[in-house]
């Protein structure tokens, strides 16, 4: 599938979410606050150095309320050579706004983004699903990706009503993401998650032996406030180190995974799969 590039593609994401993730949740007391503040003072700049240290670059999803109130800390992502990508302005569901509010803040947080000088083309909905306009604002805005959803464990085009919307998604999954796994909220509401890192590095490890069996995709979806702590920083050093043990890998951004496949990758590998409900036959 990936020609010259590689016979897998591998794609790091981190969700900059700084106070966002709990703000969105009513939590607003210092103690929830300063989790967040961790990701940005902590989790953040133990991640730029990582990549430099191994010569790779991510992709870097930040709310807009994030990028507006720790520009600095996205500069420096910027400067580092760094994806950024949009997640949203305050880490909202889009299906609990109106289509005018959701318009809103995607708006906002791209103007924001400008200031930056930067053009996210990518998109990753903060709940992991998209509302019933967040397509048209991804058209509109001539957005190539969005990471969101989880219907194939490689990359396909969304459709909608039958027709091609001209986005790709980079598909996500629970099981390649650090949440479900380190995640601790004293809220029953939400995740608990204390585990082994040592456990999960079995797993993503054993999730990359099938992408690359397949000549497939892998994709981490990680967060500077969980794998940003020390020792899960080195459980993912060993996750890659691991990974590029083996020949033909391609480590890159959501970006230039996406406009690859957008350009290169042929009919007989391509695969459409429609927002509607129920079973369709993917083209």
């Known amino acids: 599938m990936w020609k010259e ?28 606050m300063s989790r967040g503040k961790y990701g940005a003072y902590i989790g ?6 990582f990549c430099k240290e191994r010569g790779i670059k991510l992709t870097f999803f930040v709310p807009g309320w994030v990028a ?27 299906n609990s706004m ?27 909905s903060p709940a992991f699903d998209l509302g019933p306009n967040t397509l048209n604002l991804l058209r509109e805005n001539k957005y190539i990706y969005d990471t969101s959803m989880m219907a194939h464990e490689s990359p396909y085009f ?11 998604e980079l ?15 004293l809220k029953p ?17 054993r999730e990359f032996d099938w992408a690359y069996r397949e000549s497939g995709f892998y994709l981490l979806t990680l967060h500077p406030q969980i794998t940003g702590r020390g020792y899960r920083m080195d459980a993912l050093g060993q996750v890659l180190d691991y990974i590029r043990k083996f020949p033909d890998v391609w480590i890159t951004t959501h970006k230039e995974i996406s406009e690859f496949f957008k350009k290169n990758v042929d009919k007989k590998h391509q695969i459409k799969i429609d927002l509607a409900l129920g079973w369709h036959e993917p083209l």
Not at 44 to 49: E, G, K, M, N, S
Not at 158 to 168: A, L, M, P, R, S
Request: glycine residues 8%; aromatic residues 10%; proline residues 7%.
């Open 189 to 205: 509401s939400y995740r608990r998650g204390m585990a082994d890192p040592d456990m999960v590095v079995r797993v993503w490890q």
């Open 158 to 168: 969304i459709t909608q009503d039958g027709k091609d919307t001209g986005v790709v």
């Open 98 to 124: 109106s289509v005018e509010q959701e318009k809103e803040e995607f708006l906002r947080g791209i103007e924001v983004f400008k200031k930056l000088g930067v053009t996210p083309v990518g998109y990753r």
């Open 5 to 32: 590039k590689g016979r897998c593609a591998v794609a790091i994401g981190f969700d900059f979410d700084a106070e966002t993730l709990w703000l969105a949740r009513g939590l607003k007391t210092p103690s929830p």
């Open 68 to 94: 507006q109130n720790y520009a600095p800390v996205v500069e420096q992502m910027i400067a580092a050579g760094h994806e950024v990508a949009h997640h949203g302005w305050l880490h909202d569901d889009p």
């Open 44 to 49: 953040v700049p133990r991640i730029l150095r």
């Open 171 to 185: 598909p996500v999954c629970w099981e390649l993401d650090d949440a479900p796994y380190y995640l601790f909220a």
